[in-house]
């Protein structure tokens, strides 16, 4: 079973940086990547998706703030967050992006917490 741990949150001021980390126990070779968050009484939503080639996609609201990025031998995967807004305030998971050959995602790892308040 694939585990993932995040890491990287904490507290920050709205303007303020930080870099996300995931580490996979398993390959991510092959595997579209994905950082989700969730907020207090929301659903879970996509951020940033990265594909094997690592072309990227993000949510409206990061584009040009957030940076996803990814390193197949480490099998981990990273999100740059600068330019925070009380808004981005979630929990962050990492997790693979379904497709064609990974149809589901993994079983969620704890998360990382960031909370962007002055």
């Known amino acids: 079973q694939v585990q993932l741990v995040e890491s990287g949150g904490g507290l920050v001021q709205p303007g303020g940086s930080l870099r996300l980390s995931c580490t996979v126990s398993g390959t991510i070779f092959g595997i579209y990547m994905a950082w989700y968050r969730q907020a207090p009484g929301k659903q879970r939503e996509l951020v940033a998706r990265i594909t094997t080639g690592s072309n990227t996609n993000y949510l409206d609201s990061v584009k040009g703030r957030f940076t996803i990025s990814r390193d197949n031998v480490k099998g981990a995967v990273y999100l740059q967050m600068d330019s925070l807004k009380p808004e981005d305030t979630a929990v962050y998971y990492c997790?693979?992006?379904?497709?064609?050959?990974?149809?589901?995602?993994?079983?969620w790892g704890q998360g990382t917490q960031v909370t962007v308040s002055s």
């Open positions: 997790n693979n992006y379904p497709s064609t050959n990974y149809p589901s995602t993994w079983s």
